[in-house]
């Protein structure tokens, strides 16, 4: 069983930062892809980030590029969701996620319990 456990979030100010943290509970996170998504309110969950299980390939949702930067510390079973230059409408819970597949077919099958990010202008 993975327990992934998110942590981070927070109440902001348009152009402020937040930094998300996601620990996963499990011997091989180290193989696993991780992902961030977000769901807003009246809205479907929306995939924001992802990276690799090296580290080596990221892919961002586009409205999030240049602006968000995903990392892992596999030593730390941690993966990191730094948020800059946050603006109002990327309030929303915030999810963390882990899959395996082929990149970037990644099967995302745990799932954490989501932070919430409310970003005011």
């Known amino acids: 069983q993975v327990q992934l456990l998110e942590s981070g979030g927070g109440s902001v100010r348009a152009g402020g930062s937040l930094r998300l943290s996601c620990a996963a509970t499990?011997?091989?996170?180290?193989?696993?892809?991780m992902g961030w998504f977000r769901q807003a309110p009246g809205k479907g969950r929306l995939f924001v980030a992802a990276?690799?299980?090296?580290?080596?390939?990221?892919d961002y949702l586009d409205s999030v590029k240049g602006r968000f930067t995903i990392s892992r510390d596999n030593a730390k079973n941690t993966v990191y969701l730094q948020m800059n230059s946050l603006k109002p409408e990327d309030t929303a819970v915030y999810y963390c996620?882990?899959?395996?597949?082929?990149?970037?077919?990644?099967?995302?099958?745990?799932w954490g319990q989501g932070t919430q990010v409310t970003v005011s202008s």
């Open positions: 499990r011997r091989t996170f180290s193989n696993d892809a």
């Open positions: 990276i690799s299980w090296s580290g080596s390939d990221t």
């Open positions: 996620a882990a899959g395996r597949g082929t990149w970037p077919a990644v099967d995302y099958d745990y």
